[in-house]
Nanobody
Framework: QVQLIESGGGLVQAGGSLRLSCAAS????????LGWFRQAPGKEREFVAAISWYGTITNYAESVKGRFTISRDNAKNVVYLQMNSLKPEDTCVYYCAADVGFNQWSAPANAAEYDYWGQGTQVTVSS
């Protein structure tokens, strides 16, 4: 079992920044990939970013490339999503997810590959 708790969401003006954190517990943190997904009301959950076991591989959605950065601290069991140049269309609930597969080079964009999910944190970007 893996427990994931997101934090850091809130209200920010367009052009601003936020850093989301996701604290994990329950299994060896360095042995699973982590991803961030988001979901707006009435829309499907979409991929944002992912990072492999040791952070050597990262993967981003086209819509956030150059603005968002995913990172992880395996000593603290935390994954981060630094979000810069935020836009109103980034307004969503953001979810952290863990993929406990066996591939240390994996940073999947497919939500179906993730085994555990957090409860989400709301990000609202005002125009």
């Amino acid at each position: 079992q893996v427990q994931l708790i997101e934090s850091g969401g809130g209200l920010v003006q367009a052009g601003g920044s936020l850093r989301l954190s996701c604290a994990a517990s329950g299994r060896t943190f360095s042995r699973y990939a982590l991803g961030w997904f988001r979901q707006a009301p009435g829309k499907e959950r979409e991929f944002v970013a992912a990072i492999s076991w040791y952070g050597t591989i990262t993967n981003y959605a086209e819509s956030v490339k150059g603005r968002f950065t995913i990172s992880r601290d395996n000593a603290k069991n935390v994954v981060y999503l630094q979000m810069n140049s935020l836009k109103p269309e980034d307004t969503c609930v953001y979810y952290c997810a863990a993929d406990v597969g066996f591939n240390q080079w994996s940073a999947p964009a497919n939500a179906a590959e993730y085994d555990y999910w957090g409860q989400g944190t709301q990000v609202t970007v005002s125009s």
